[in-house]
């Protein structure tokens, strides 16, 4: 089994910073990639960053120049900082991660959510 562990949310003012932390455990054999995606209320989870194991990242255009999302494989460990937040970025942020198990079966796992609020 596998768990993804996310903290580093909150309430933060508008221009203001925070730094997401994402920590894999578990039976895992090999990350392969690692994500965030954001979901607001009443709208689909979108991708935000992702980072693959040979740390190569995409993001999503509307946080291009303000967000950094970087890993740590020997921690099984994913990071997002997050810079000049805006009122938009207010979402509930989830981990995501695929993973090869110790049995060698590629999964996908997500975390259970932290929230993001930005006061305007």
């Known amino acids: 089994q596998v768990e993804l562990a996310e903290s580093g949310g909150g309430l933060v003012q508008a221009g203001g910073s925070l730094k997401l932390s994402c920590i894999a455990s578990?039976?895992?054999?090999?990350?392969?990639?690692m994500g965030w995606y954001c979901q607001a209320p009443g709208k689909q989870r979108e991708l935000v960053a992702v980072?693959?194991?040979?740390?190569?990242?995409n993001y999503a255009d509307s946080v291009k120049g303000r967000f950094t999302i970087s890993s740590d494989n020997n921690k099984n460990a994913m990071y997002l900082q997050m810079n000049s937040l805006k009122p938009e970025d207010t979402c509930v942020y989830y981990c995501?991660?695929?993973?090869?198990?110790?049995?060698?079966?590629?999964?996908?796992?997500w975390g259970q959510g932290t929230q993001v609020t930005v006061s305007s």
């Open positions: 995501n991660a695929e993973i090869i198990t110790e049995w060698r079966q590629m999964h996908t796992y």
């Open positions: 578990g039976s895992i054999f090999r990350l392969i990639e």
């Open positions: 980072i693959t194991s040979g740390g190569s990242t």
